[in-house]
C-alpha cells in the first residue's frame, strides 16, 4: 500500500531524532486527521483535484507552518505535490501502527451496540492488555445495528461477538 510507504518514511526520518519527535509528530499528524474530520470544507479542498498544487501548499504553509514538527509538515507538502492527499488518513494510521509497535503499545477499536461504562472498557482493556502483552489504548464507538455483543478490531483482525454477526453466521450455514 502506498501509504505505507510514506509513513515508513517519515517514521525513519524521525526515529534517529528519539522518541520524543516521534510523539510530536504522531500527535502532530493525529491532529491535522482531527481538524479534517470536523472540517468537512477544508477536508475537501484538501481532497479536491481540481485545486492548484501551489494553492494547496500555500493553504498548508499558512495553517501549519510553524505549528507542527517540520518532518510533519514536510509530508503534508510531498502529499500535495505527488497529489495524493486523499491518502493522508491512511499514512497518519499507518504511522501510528508503526509507533505503536515501537512502544509495545496496541489500539483496540471496540464497536458495540450501547455505549460502554468505564468499568467495561477498563475490563476490556486489561483482558487485552494481558493477552497481547502490550500496553491497550481502547478506543470505543456505538452501532445499534449490532443488536447485542461487541466487535473488537486488533489492527487486522476483527472478532465479531455481536448478536448480528452471530446471526449472519447461522444464515450462511442454512444456506
Request: charged share 25%; proline share 3%.
Amino acid at each position: 500500500m502506498i501509504a505505507d510507504r510514506y509513513a515508513d518514511a517519515i517514521f525513519q526520518a524521525a526515529l534517529p531524532q528519539g522518541a520524543d519527535t516521534l510523539q510530536t509528530i504522531d500527535g502532530n499528524l493525529a491532529d491535522v486527521a482531527a481538524m479534517f474530520k470536523d472540517n468537512a470544507d477544508l477536508a475537501r479542498l484538501w481532497k479536491h483535484p481540481v485545486v492548484k498544487r501551489a494553492d494547496k501548499q500555500a493553504l498548508v504553509r499558512q495553517l501549519f507552518g510553524g505549528k507542527i514538527h517540520p518532518l510533519a509538515l514536510n509530508l503534508l507538502l510531498l502529499l500535495v505535490d505527488k497529489k495524493r492527499g486523499v491518502i493522508f488518513g491512511q499514512v497518519q494510521q499507518a504511522f501510528r501502527t508503526r509507533y505503536n509497535a515501537l512502544r509495545q503499545r496496541a489500539t483496540i477499536k471496540v464497536t458495540s451496540a450501547l455505549p460502554l461504562d468505564a468499568a467495561q472498557v477498563e475490563s476490556l482493556r486489561h483482558e487485552f492488555a494481558t493477552k497481547l502483552s502490550k500496553e491497550v489504548q481502547v478506543d470505543t464507538a456505538v452501532d445499534p445495528a449490532l443488536i447485542g455483543g461487541v466487535v473488537v478490531q486488533i489492527e487486522d483482525q476483527v472478532i465479531d461477538g455481536s448478536i448480528r454477526g452471530r446471526l449472519e453466521a447461522l444464515r450462511m450455514s442454512l444456506n
